[in-house]
């Protein structure tokens, strides 16, 4: 066996233990994620409207919340961007945001934005939206770390 | 727009089945580099040898399947390839001594390798809830105690190479050791598990430390003292090393108290400095750690050194390298005989495997549901961890050498037996783990259904 052919083997064996590796560490990502966000198909045509609409956006509005972030529940962690459609949250599969909670109503709240700052509605949902101790209603009022429960999942609004 | 869904488990046997048999390509390739460098052809029994260990390997794979579909997917195939590169490393080492695969240490090696894996996958199959070990709390204490002391027993014990840790019976040999370390572990488990309650809060402080009850305390302390004291009798130091930090690390955890360390890492230092003083190997080993390189004493960890620097960053190549030269080079030096011949690249590559078998049990530590499992899996993880430190450590003069077998690789059929019972167990507690709660799969709601008998034993 020429001399060449075990140099070859020799470094294709060093080569393939590393791709080993690299593949069972490829595998172990899975883990780090508890939860996963997958765009909508279609959602690359509208982008571009809408990022031109955010840079014609009121200083309230820049200066406001971006996102919305999951902090209790089972969906502990997730984060959803504030888009100027609105986020619409419950159990419903078409919901922006969609809880698996058996305490949250179908379509339960949205958040849309208006000139002066992002609002709340609660959507006729079963066992409320909540401000604190205070059961919210129509148009009410969200700023930068602003805490809504739905049932048993804590939403907060980050910049 | 973007839609959130809840991860959802898979079982993923798939990417178990495809990483097997990448694992069993390398170890084959490896096989075939040892024979085109040695003896200038493939080998013949490529083939065989190939089938062999894909049938055993795909029977175990079966098996998870089988009985444990949602076991981590990634034990198995690390596993195999540690265990196979172990192999064909010994069979080289039995070439370079001039015997056949016949007469030397692989094909015995090769043997204990099917029977342990087969041992693995009765395990999985009797135990279907590793709850069912808590059940035998101090028969399994027990068990480890009496398997720690048949070594001082007349007949069947035996002395080899200075360390009473051997039983023999009909040219069949065995250290009960490595066995106890899992029965003692599962103990320590299950018992720190019911205790640990009273263990961190029950007690008074004494030095601004919280000391527990001695009755708390009691039990665990008599089975420790018990096998140390054993083990300095048998004067092997290297697993009593990897005992008391076994049980340091398990009280850690139980207990979440970070003075357990501190007591720990202050008796570990009075332990050692007392043995230094009684014993007198234990002194030859500090000063060959010390100086390896002087004259008049055994030149193992010496010619070990050197065949790594010998195999610098890219290795000799399998079978082009002269690591018979150390002796043991087939066992507790396995790791400088890959040094010389795989290269500090191939070394670390091994490395990175035993981390991430590690990693993969304490994260099963993290996902189980219950204080025995996660105590269990922690201490079985954090038990390989450490002897791989303290083999690993000792021939590469980080810490003086103790004799510990390398997992899965040193040639030994004991220590490969209570490894791939690791494995199993592991495998065991990570199908509880990952199994997706029975609320989450079911779809009608817990009211709807009938009343059922609910089975407890």
Redesign the interface.
């Known amino acids: 066996?020429s001399e060449l052919?075990?140099?070859a083997?020799?470094?294709?064996?060093?080569a393939?233990?590393?791709?080993?590796?690299f593949?069972?560490?490829g595998?172990?990502r899975?883990?780090l994620?508890?939860?996963?966000?997958?765009?909508?198909r279609?959602?690359g045509g509208s982008s571009t409207p809408s990022r031109q609409e955010e840079r014609r956006a009121p200083r309230a509005i820049r200066r406001g919340p971006t996102h919305l972030a999951v902090t209790e529940g089972?969906?502990r962690g997730?984060t959803?961007?504030l888009?100027d459609?609105g986020v619409l949250i419950g159990r419903n599969?078409e919901c922006?945001?969609?809880l698996?909670d058996d305490f949250a109503s179908g379509r339960h709240a949205r958040i849309y934005r208006r000139d002066d700052g992002w609002y709340v509605d609660d959507l006729g949902s079963t066992n409320g939206t909540f401000a604190g101790n205070q059961r919210v209603g129509q148009e009410f009022k969200l700023d930068v770390g602003s805490r809504l429960r739905i049932g048993q999942t804590v939403l907060e609004l980050r910049k | 727009m973007s839609t959130v869904t809840t991860h959802v488990t898979k079982t993923r046997r798939n990417t178990e089945l495809v990483l097997l048999a990448f694992a069993i390509g390398i170890v084959l390739l490896a096989y075939a580099n040892v024979g085109m460098a040695v003896q200038d052809t493939v080998p013949a029994d490529l083939g065989t040898l190939g089938i062999g260990i894909g049938v055993l390997a795909l029977v175990f794979h079966l098996v998870l399947r089988w009985r444990a579909a949602y076991a981590d997917p990634l034990l198995l195939p690390i596993a195999t390839l540690l265990n196979g590169l172990g192999l064909v490393m010994i069979h080289r080492i039995d070439l370079a001594k001039g015997e056949d695969i016949s007469e030397g240490f692989a094909l015995r090696q090769l043997e204990w390798s099917a029977l342990a894996s087969i041992a693995a996958m009765v395990l999985l199959v009797l135990i279907k809830d590793h709850r069912l070990l808590s059940r035998y709390t101090f028969t399994l204490g027990l068990t480890g105690l009496g398997l720690l002391l048949l070594p001082l027993l007349p007949v069947i014990g035996k002395n080899v190479n200075g360390s009473r840790i051997w039983i023999g019976f009909g040219g069949f040999n065995l250290q009960p050791g490595e066995i106890a370390k899992i029965t003692l572990t599962i103990f320590f488990a299950a018992y720190l598990v019911q205790t640990r309650d009273a263990l961190s809060l029950v007690g008074r402080r004494v030095l601004g430390f919280p000391l527990p009850r001695a009755r708390d305390l009691g039990p665990i302390m008599i089975a420790w003292l018990a096998s140390l004291g054993v083990l300095v009798f048998q004067k092997d130091l290297g697993s009593s090393l990897l005992f008391f930090g076994l049980f340091v690390a398990m009280l850690y955890v139980a207990t979440e108290r970070r003075a357990w360390i501190a007591i720990g890492l202050t008796l570990f230092a009075v332990g050692t400095v007392v043995a230094w003083k009684l014993f007198a190997h234990l002194q030859e080993r500090v000063t060959l750690w010390l100086d390896p390189f002087a004259p008049g004493q055994s030149d193992q960890i010496a010619k070990g050194l050197m065949g790594m620097a010998a195999g610098g960053m890219f290795g000799t190549g399998l079978g082009q390298g002269r690591p018979e030269e150390t002796y043991y080079a087939n066992s507790d030096f396995i790791m400088t005989s890959f040094g010389e011949e795989l290269g500090l690249i191939g070394v670390m590559a091994l490395l990175v495997l035993y981390a991430l078998i590690v990693e993969r049990g304490l994260r099963t530590g993290i996902g189980a549901r219950d204080g025995f499992g996660k105590l269990l899996a922690t201490g079985l993880a954090f038990s390989l961890a450490l002897q791989v430190f303290v083999v690993v450590g000792g021939v590469t003069r980080v810490i003086p050498l103790t004799g510990l077998t390398t997992p899965f690789m040193s040639a030994g059929g004991s220590s490969l037996l209570a490894n791939w019972v690791i494995v199993a167990l592991l495998l065991r507690i990570s199908d509880q783990a990952r199994r997706p709660d029975v609320q989450e799969s079911g779809n009608a709601s817990i009211g709807q259904d009938e009343t059922q008998v609910v089975k407890v034993r």
């Open positions: 066996m052919t075990v140099t083997i020799r470094l294709g064996l060093l393939l233990l590393w791709a080993f590796v593949s069972v560490v595998v172990l899975g883990d994620y508890g939860t996963r966000v997958l765009a909508r279609g959602s089972s969906l997730t959803v961007p888009t459609a599969p922006a945001l969609v698996s």
